[in-house]
């Protein structure tokens, strides 16, 4: 295979108790991605459309992805890269990570898989860190391994793949304002209450246990967030109203997507996704702020090969 | 039914990464307790064996769990309760649980089972809270439950089943010391840094994930505790080497049982277990501290009649 071209899914990462250790890749939300062989040991970023960001390698986090990867690939050549975003940067649904992490999955491919994901993952890391100073996994990882993924740790990198129950749904309510993953985690507190840290670990084992169970109700009650959201859901005008709404509607969960400002809620079932879209999209109809508004089903499988 | 024999397990608590929140029944180590019915609308604790323990009725863990059931119950008798400690009070495995626990579990049979099992751990509950200040779910859920139970939340309470892994053994050394649960919670921290919150968080969902995926290396990575375990194991004698010894002799992993004294393994098999037994009595056996080792399967069942 001389080129590929690839889906790279957008991603919800933290999942409210999950703050830096949850993700799980949307199915229908995600950038486009052409990669080629070329016959120089080097990586170039040719085009790229939809967005505004620099093609110089070490500038751009697909850039620095893949120069991570070729450096320790058993390849004497090197890769052109054509990127189609779709995902708005800052938009909190992981656009950094379908970058770094698609970009990764695709030059895999084309050498016949010589990486393991989880190697993979730690490429795309670098990307991460040149997004948000924090080479985070929690975005990248569904994009390489698909559907709901833990990090179990992070030195060393440990990465379970967790269940992705079928009926699950995605909305993203996505505020058409910029949040940078690293202001948003300046105004986190670096010290908790223990007593918060006993909530968040009991919720995010209900979470995992509810995605093994199938057992819809419990992952609903399972993502609450009392550590993260509190403080950062400042940042994101009207987040109370669309979370009420959201939960009226029949959400089981709602909460910030990643850094934000985007918000997701998860639904059992394409019929209450749309309501809880509809419930969301009425609250910011009023406040006047641009917004886009999707439903995705969960993606199992991650990037994928288009034809 | 007129009277019920029955045995109430022995519980590790805690289990590392998840205070407050997970706990595991035991198989081989626990205490019997006898109830049987009576005219009177009243409880009676008649016999103590094994322990010198209050028989007054508000003194008690078992009398105070079994008023609570009895204020709710739709009965108009009373209960007279024998109770053959074999659990010694302060050994970290959830003495005072068997009682409160054992006793609600044996009243809710002999009245044919009015109540579900987590309003028996409420009740049972309600003794915790005399023995220990605080009305903690992790020792007396695994008691009715069996197994591995995760406390996802207590308000409300939220109590999950977790799968139990066949081939998993604890082995329980117990140091002849008395540490009571409620000053092994004075010396904890109020406060907790979240980066090592966020390594506890994905340790409990590791563990979680272990459970259910029969994955016993991911259950033995997931044992990590970076919150209690370092200002709690300053009490135990010799903890570290204990540790340290059980681990190169091949435990999954090793930790504090609830608030200690003793230190419990997870083990993969009996034989494993039995290896890792004997490296913990040699660093006791230095010691010169009266210890107990025991080796248990774990108890998938919870508290069980006797014949």
């Not at 084309?110 to 985070?136: C, D, I, T, W, Y």
Request: contains cysteine; hydrophobic residues 45%.
């Amino acid at each position: 295979m001389q080129e590929i071209k690839i889906f790279c899914p957008a991603t919800i990462a933290n999942l409210s108790c999950g703050f830096d250790v949850m993700g799980v890749a949307l199915d229908t939300i995600g950038d486009e991605m052409t990669v080629r062989k070329i016959a120089e040991r080097k990586v170039e970023i040719t085009k790229i459309t939809g967005q505004d960001l620099p093609k110089e390698i070490n500038k751009n986090v697909a850039g620095v992805a893949a120069s991570a990867f070729l450096k320790k690939a058993k390849y004497c050549g090197g890769f052109e890269i054509e990127i189609h975003k779709k995902i708005k940067p800052g938009s909190g649904i992981g656009s950094s990570a379908a970058s770094s992490a698609g970009v990764v999955w695709a030059m895999n491919e084309l050498l016949n898989r010589p990486f393991s994901k989880k190697e993979l993952v730690e490429f795309a890391m670098q990307g991460e860190r040149l997004a948000s100073n924090v080479a985070h996994a929690d975005n990248v990882a569904p994009v390489i391994f698909g559907g709901f993924v833990l990090v179990r740790s992070y030195a060393p990198l440990d990465i379970v793949q967790l269940p992705t129950p079928k009926a699950l749904y995605a909305v993203i309510l996505h505020p058409q304002i910029e949040i940078k993953t690293a202001d948003s985690r300046k105004i986190l507190k670096s010290r908790i209450a223990l007593e918060e840290g006993v909530k968040q670990w009991g919720n995010l084992g209900g979470l995992v246990a509810g995605l093994f169970k199938e057992d819809y109700e419990l992952i609903g009650r399972s993502l609450e967030d009392h550590i993260i959201e509190p403080t950062r859901s400042i940042l994101i005008p009207g987040f109370e109203e669309v979370k009420k709404k959201s939960l009226d509607a029949g959400a089981l969960g709602c909460g910030i997507s990643g850094s934000g400002p985007s918000i997701f809620a998860l639904c059992q079932g394409i019929e209450m996704a749309q309501n809880v879209a509809g419930a969301m999209q009425k609250v910011y109809d009023k406040i006047g702020i641009d917004f886009e508004v999707h439903v995705s089903k969960l993606n199992a499988k991650g990037a994928k090969k288009l034809k």
